[in-house]
């Protein structure tokens, strides 16, 4: 039944009357209910008892409006969708305040070190303290959702020896200087792309670098993409050889280096 049409009955007389007897027969609606999305004026007409169908008997008109049900639900759907995504969110942001800078370390972290944990959202964003952080898990492999190097100055990810790979899920990393100086984040670590994923430079003041001169970039079976800033300084330089089945993409107008000895793709 579409609301935007009339919608026609005939109630019957309890016999034969003339024309126009019968509405108080008429049912009036205004105890419909207020459900319907749109406030739309709905005409019908309920049959005479008799069943004479005579036209214009028993009219009547009914007003809806949807809008005092559907905002009020809408209004709480959204709280809750808010809400759900707060309760969701795993942002661990670095500080850099303890004595060294070892990624285990639950004082150089807010609020707490990231772990293992595939869901995390790691912030490089410490305006003082150290400007490094040595990763130096021992179990692994180890994910994070995405890396976002946000500091305004240099930053370096360092790898301690024989400890495990850290890697990116479907976050990916992104350099996002907040200055107006070209600032470098380099990663100097062996790495793997856990996900098909995004690197991204932000702006002409973000440069990202990934160099290991003993260690590969592992893309397994994962679809690679940079996407650069159209400027000459925002350029990814990957130096680490970059293996692994998957596919590299490139977007943005800036620029890509690839400076190891590569076999992806085969």
Known sequence: MKLNEALVGVLPHPSPLPLGEGEPFAASGQNWPDALPHREELRWRLPSPSGRGIEGEGERHASFNGNRFLKPALNIITVL??????????????????????????????????????????????????????????????????????????????RSANTTILGTAGGGITSAAPGTTLRTYQILDEFRVAASQTWTTANQYSALVVDQAIGNLDLGANTFTL??????????????AIMGAGAIIKTGGGGARFNGANSYGS
């Open 81 to 158: 969708v808010l809400l759900v995504n707060q309760a969701s969110a795993t942002v661990y942001t670095w500080t850099g305040g303890a004595a060294n800078n070892n990624a285990n370390n639950g004082p150089n972290w807010s609020p707490s070190a990231p772990g293992n944990n595939s869901a995390a959202d790691v912030f490089l964003n410490n305006v003082s303290g150290l400007v490094s952080m040595t990763f130096n898990y021992n179990a692994g492999p180890y994910t994070w959702n995405s890396i976002t190097f946000n500091r305004d100055g240099d930053f370096s990810f360092i």
């Open 227 to 240: 996407n650069t800033f159209n400027h000459a300084n925002a350029t990814i330089t990957i130096g680490s």
